[in-house]
């Protein structure tokens, strides 16, 4: 008896085509570093003559001869992640290197902030308080969580336009995400009430002096100059951005897979139900008593609030603090120690917890160095200035209305270059403010105009820690962001314009 042989003849499966992830944060930057380092041979270098303030003097740009060794370039960008960290920057010659003497150029503040908020919320995690205020806040808000949405970016905005809000958004994370996934929303919103809430008060700054202030000493105006329309664009574009973050929100609650963040392991674990939680311990009472005045008081110390009051130039008050991110970064580790002992965590699950802190945070502080190592590459090749005189000669003899367009139009890709506020007004505005006289626009008008691209273009910008070291710290990718925030900035784009052109017609 013959066996006959069988073959199979069912087709193999094709292989299945291995998806492309869009590339991490790091990636981006790293690109963006090298993009740059490239760019910065073709861009001639240049500078402007400076006045005694040490601002631009507009029409006097000039090329200069570029000093750089193509050794020194690999230098600059082998070294650039450490100067972005604590490069600093030379007095006299402006080159920014870590054997430097000078002025600290490097975001080491910045960094060591960030893991010092990272601690001091990991250890007031790890006393259970902030759990359980969370679920009773979720709780109490489950049939109106949009509230919380709506208040927390008014208060943002109200920071943002006042004292210019932004980089100190980054202690905030660690405490509205889990918030916000309690109550069925999911990452993404929280990003978008944190970046767009803070975001939209900086790009309608009205007393804000690192952005308003240093533009309208830079343009020669007073600056409550131009307020009224400021104060208008604040409301207006407010209201925008709350809808389009609330629009969202609700509709990811609705259907989780429309969320353009997606959703971590245990996102949707907790929410808030119709059974209230247990009863909060003295000691967790305690704790989020500190938590919340720990972050008041810091609003508290870094307001100029005799700028705010009197005006550009006004003296600080005796009680004034005027604190930066040294003194913040002291706060949030003394914070966490005293937390800790209000929380009877104990010396030895205390200082667990500040380190696991520190390694949970330490991602988001890389990025934020990263993204200041590339503006060391453009500052000591020396192509800022050669940038912005190439725009310069674009708002040159046009109407009233084209000319403040075209103001806030050269001013976007400019930002992006610069992301510093104060820094960028600084540079541009003794340029542009000339160019008003004799388009017959109120300088102020240029001011509002020039801020209103530079916030608008840090709202995505990736060189910027509010949007890089945010999203790094609410683990979402930089590529999702991007699909959320453009829509809103398309919409912003449009009512800037509008909010300009009829300005610059009326005079």
């Known amino acids: 008896m013959s066996e006959t042989a069988t073959v199979d003849t069912t087709p193999e499966p094709a292989p299945e085509k291995k998806k492309r992830s869009f590339p991490s944060t790091y990636t981006i930057l790293a690109g963006v570093t090298v993009a740059v380092w490239l760019a910065a041979f073709v861009i001639p270098p240049g500078v402007y ?24 370039r690999v230098r600059d960008l082998f070294l650039a992640p450490i100067n972005g960290l604590y490069g600093v920057q030379d007095d006299k010659t402006g080159q920014v290197a870590p054997d430097m003497s000078g002025s600290l150029y490097g975001a080491a503040a910045v960094f060591m902030f960030v893991l010092a908020v990272g601690a001091f919320i990991t250890v007031a995690f790890a006393t259970g308080a902030l759990d359980s205020g969370i679920g009773r806040l979720a709780f109490k808000l489950r049939n109106r969580s949009f509230l919380l949405i709506v208040g927390i970016m008014v208060v943002f905005a109200v920071a943002g336009t006042v004292e210019g809000f ?192 520190f390694s949970d945070f330490v991602g988001a502080g890389i990025v934020i160095v990263l993204a200041r190592g590339v503006t060391v590459i453009m500052n000591n090749t020396q192509i800022t200035s050669t940038v912005l005189h190439a725009l310069e000669g674009v708002v040159s003899g046009t109407s009233s209305a084209v000319f403040a367009v075209a103001v806030f139009l050269v001013n976007v890709p400019l930002a992006f270059l610069i992301p510093s506020t104060s820094g960028h007004a600084t540079l541009a505005m003794p340029v542009m403010a000339p160019l008003a006289d004799f388009a017959n626009v109120p300088r102020s008008l240029v001011v509002t105009a020039w801020q209103s691209a530079s916030g608008w273009a840090n709202l995505v910008t990736p060189t910027t820690a509010v949007v890089t070291g945010g999203i790094a710290l609410a683990k979402v990718r930089y590529d999702r962001y991007v699909k959320f925030i453009a829509p809103l900035m398309g919409i912003l784009f449009v009512l800037i314009c509008v909010f300009i052109a009829v300005a610059a017609w009326i005079g």
Request: charged share 15%; with cysteine; aromatic share 10%.
């Open 166 to 357: 932004a980089e100190e958004t980054l202690g905030f994370y660690a405490l509205l995400v889990p918030l916000t996934l309690a109550l069925g929303y999911d990452r993404m919103t929280a990003v978008g009430a944190i970046i767009a809430g803070a975001g939209i008060g900086v790009l309608c700054s009205t007393v804000n002096p690192f952005a308003t202030g240093t533009a309208s000493s830079a343009a020669g105006v007073a600056l409550g100059d131009g307020i009224v329309l400021r104060l208008i664009m604040l409301v207006v574009l407010t209201a925008v951005t709350i809808g389009y973050v609330v629009w969202y929100g609700r509709r990811v609650k609705a259907d989780p897979d429309k969320s353009w963040s997606g959703w971590q392991p245990g996102d949707r674990d907790v929410k808030a139900d119709d059974h209230e939680p247990d009863p909060m311990t003295r000691r967790q009472v305690g704790v989020l008593w500190l938590v919340g005045l720990t972050f008041a008081f810091m609003i508290f110390a870094i307001i100029p609030w005799g700028t705010v009051i009197k005006g550009q130039g006004a003296k600080p008050f005796a009680w004034e603090l005027g604190w930066s991110f040294s003194e913040l970064t002291a706060l949030f580790l003394v914070g966490a120690i005293v937390v800790g002992l209000v929380g009877g965590l104990g010396e030895g699950k205390m200082s667990e917890n500040i380190g696991k802190g």
């Open 49 to 72: 003559d400076y006045d005694a303030n040490g601002h631009p003097v507009a029409g006097s740009y000039h090329r200069i001869e570029n000093a750089q060794s193509f050794g020194t």
